[in-house]
């Protein structure tokens, strides 16, 4: 259960710090109308990724046993995570490019984390197939990786929410570029173990 907790945190860690659309937006909205407006923003990953979860999980179930099904899945997702690995190492430059429209907050979240691939990419491949094992384990393994998964996805936006709204000031450059580097490491390092279990599940 700790594994999967573990596994949970450092995905939903780097979703949540991770350049793009949602967070874009999260820092424009706290910039602009205070840290609630961003907290709201933060939020938006639970009113939207439940449909998504329940689609891609139960697509998958019934094929959980099919080695091939399944291996193909674990390397789509291997590939999928060294992809974002990749992005987060390679990041050069970070700019927020905040719109003054009236504050609507949720609103701009959901839309922009359901028009968001990134969800969908993530739960069809890696997220499915880690919430099987989990769930093969036992029900608290998949309660345990959905719960560390949210918690550090949703307090990591949070908490860029409430520090951005009490300084007016983020992270600098430099320490926000070190922070996705050491994510990108350790979610390649993630990728390379979903190769290995893809491998020896299609082969074994």
């Keep these: 259960m700790i594994v999967f907790l573990l596994k949970g945190f450092v995905f939903g860690l780097s979703a949540g710090v991770s350049p793009g659309p949602l967070m874009t937006l999260l820092l424009s909205e706290t910039l602009l109308h205070k840290t609630w407006a961003g907290v709201k923003v933060a939020f938006a990953p639970l009113l939207t990724d439940g449909p998504i979860i329940l689609a891609c999980f139960f697509l998958l179930k019934p094929f959980s046993h099919v080695p091939l099904v399944f291996g193909l899945v674990s390397l789509c997702g291997a590939l999928y995570i060294f992809y974002l690995g990749l992005q987060s190492i390679r990041l050069r430059d970070f700019v927020i490019d905040a719109e003054r429209t009236p504050s609507r907050s949720l609103m701009k979240g959901i ?94």
Excluded: C, Q
């Design 111 to 204: 839309l922009a984390n359901a028009l968001n691939p990134h969800p969908y990419l993530f739960w069809i491949s890696v997220g499915s197939a880690t919430m099987i094992k989990a769930l093969d384990v036992s029900a608290f393994a998949l309660a345990a990786f959905l719960f560390g998964f949210y918690f550090s996805l949703v307090g990591a936006k949070i908490l860029l929410a409430v520090t951005i709204g009490a300084s007016r000031r983020f992270l600098s450059p430099r320490l926000f570029l070190v922070i996705n580097r050491v994510l990108g490491v350790v979610l390649m390092l993630f990728a390379g173990l979903f190769f290995y279990e893809g491998v020896i599940t299609i082969l074994f």
